[in-house]
C-alpha cells in the first residue's frame, strides 16, 4: 500500500483561531507539495448542514438529542469521501470534528439550575442535559484524525479578539463547560492510542501557533506511521 495521507483535526473554543489556523496549515502543505484538502464541521452546505446552520442561528429550535445526532449525521455523510481521500494519498485539514460535537453537546446544562441545600445556602448543581457516554457513541467508528491539535485561549485573549459573536454556545459560560469536556477527550483519547492529542497555547501570537503546528506536522508527515490503514475513533 502506497503512503496514505494524514488526517488533522483542529479543535478548540470559539476565538482560539482554528480557522486562522486550518488555512496556514493548508497553504504551508500546498508549499511543501503535499496533496491536501481542506474540510470544516458542521459543513453547512448539505440539507443536514443547512438545519444544524438554521439551529446555531436560533431560526429554529430542536431537541438536545436530535441537533447533537445532526452534528453527528453530518460527519458520516462525509466520512467515506473522507477515508477515500486518505487513501488516495492526500492529507485531510478539518476545522472541528468529532470532539466539537461531544464537547459541546455534553456541556450542555439546564438553563434551571437545581440546587441543594447547604445550611442556609443553597450550592448550584448543573444538570448535564446529555451525558457523556450517549454524546460519544455516535461517533464511535468514525475516522479518526492521525493528530488532533486542540488549541487553548483564555476567555480574557477570546474576549480581546472581539468576543463571542452571535450564534448559539457563543458565550462565556458554554465555552467554559466546553473547555472541560475537551480537556477529558484529551485524556480518553491519549489512553486509547487511536491518535495522537497536542494542546496548543492559542494565547500567543498565531505565527508563532503556526510555527507549532507546523513542527508537529512536518516529520509527523515525513515518515509518521500513516502508513497503515485510517483508523477508528474509539
Ligand atoms: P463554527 O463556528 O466552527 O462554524 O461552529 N458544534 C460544532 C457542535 O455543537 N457540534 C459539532 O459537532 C460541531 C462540529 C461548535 C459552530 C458551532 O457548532 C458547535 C460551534
Ligand atoms: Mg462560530
Known amino acids: 500500500m502506497s503512503k496514505r495521507g494524514?488526517?488533522?483535526a483542529i479543535e478548540g473554543l470559539d476565538r482560539s483561531g482554528k480557522s486562522t489556523q486550518a488555512s496556514a496549515l493548508i497553504k504551508r502543505l500546498e508549499a511543501a507539495n503535499v496533496p491536501?484538502?481542506?474540510i470544516k464541521f458542521p459543513d453547512r452546505t448539505t440539507p443536514i448542514g443547512?438545519?444544524?446552520?438554521s439551529y446555531l442561528q436560533s431560526k429554529t429550535e430542536l431537541d438536545d438529542h436530535v441537533i447533537h445526532l445532526l452534528f453527528s449525521a453530518n460527519r458520516w455523510e462525509l466520512a467515506s469521501s473522507i477515508v477515500k481521500?486518505?487513501?488516495?494519498?492526500?492529507t485531510v485539514v478539518c476545522d472541528r470534528y468529532a470532539f466539537s460535537g461531544i464537547a459541546f453537546s455534553a456541556?450542555?446544562?439546564?438553563?434551571?439550575?437545581?440546587?441543594?441545600k447547604d445550611g442556609d445556602s443553597t450550592i448550584p448543581i448543573p444538570t448535564h442535559v446529555l451525558s457523556y457516554e450517549w454524546c460519544r457513541a455516535p461517533e464511535i467508528s468514525l475516522p479518526a484524525p492521525d493528530l488532533t491539535f486542540?488549541?487553548?485561549v483564555s476567555p480574557?485573549?477570546?474576549?480581546?479578539?472581539?468576543?463571542?459573536?452571535?450564534?448559539?454556545y457563543e458565550n462565556k459560560?458554554?465555552?467554559?463547560?466546553?473547555r472541560q469536556v475537551f480537556d477529558r477527550i484529551g485524556e480518553e483519547i491519549e489512553s486509547s492510542g487511536v491518535g495522537k492529542w497536542v494542546v496548543l497555547d492559542a494565547d500567543l501570537d498565531k505565527d508563532e501557533v503556526e510555527q507549532s503546528v507546523w513542527d508537529e506536522v512536518k516529520p509527523f508527515i515525513e515518515h509518521m506511521g500513516v502508513s497503515g490503514p485510517v483508523r477508528k475513533l474509539w
Open 50 to 53: 443547512k438545519m444544524i446552520d
Open 150 to 152: 486542540l488549541l487553548e
Open 85 to 90: 481521500a486518505l487513501e488516495e494519498g492526500t
Open 173 to 178: 459560560e458554554v465555552q467554559e463547560h466546553v
Open 6 to 8: 494524514a488526517f488533522i
Open 36 to 38: 491536501c484538502k481542506h
Open 107 to 116: 456541556a450542555k446544562v439546564l438553563p434551571r439550575e437545581t440546587t441543594s
Open 156 to 168: 480574557e485573549k477570546a474576549e480581546s479578539r472581539g468576543g463571542y459573536g452571535e450564534e448559539r
